[in-house]
């Protein structure tokens, strides 16, 4: 059974940092590809990061290139989220999330069958 446990979110100032972290346990090798995602109150879940599990290639979309990293242990048990020069557009439930995500949808939550429970991230001004 695949389970995916988020940690590390909390309140912080624009400007500041957080490091979300996502333990994986029971991931088939088929799964090739985590992510985090978030929401927003009223909004729908949207991709800010992608890792392949294989090769370590990652993705960002341009909301959070160059200020979001995301990586993953020598182990692979843990995947994180390192998130710099926080906005108040940031805050969000963020979710760690694996799949089969191929090019066209590795943004997309279609293709991510496993999710964690979430973890609240809020940036105030």
């Known amino acids: 059974q695949v389970q995916l446990v988020e940690s590390g979110g909390g309140s912080v100032q624009a400007g500041g940092s957080l490091r979300l972290s996502c333990a994986v346990s029971g991931i088939r090798s088929s799964r090739n590809s985590m992510a985090w995602f978030r929401q927003a109150p009223g909004k729908g879940r949207e991709g800010v990061a992608v890792?392949?599990?294989?090769?370590?290639?990652?993705y960002y979309p341009d909301s959070v290139l160059g200020r979001f990293t995301i990586s993953q242990d020598n182990a692979k048990i843990t995947v994180y989220l390192q998130m710099n020069n926080l906005k108040p557009e940031d805050s969000a439930t963020y979710y760690c999330?694996?799949?089969?995500?191929?090019?066209?949808?590795?943004?997309?939550?279609?293709?991510?069958?496993?999710w964690g429970q979430g973890t609240q991230v809020t940036v105030s001004s």
């Open positions: 999330a694996a799949g089969s995500a191929g090019t066209w949808c590795r943004f997309s939550q279609v293709c991510y069958t496993d």
């Open positions: 890792l392949y599990r294989g090769g370590g290639d990652t």
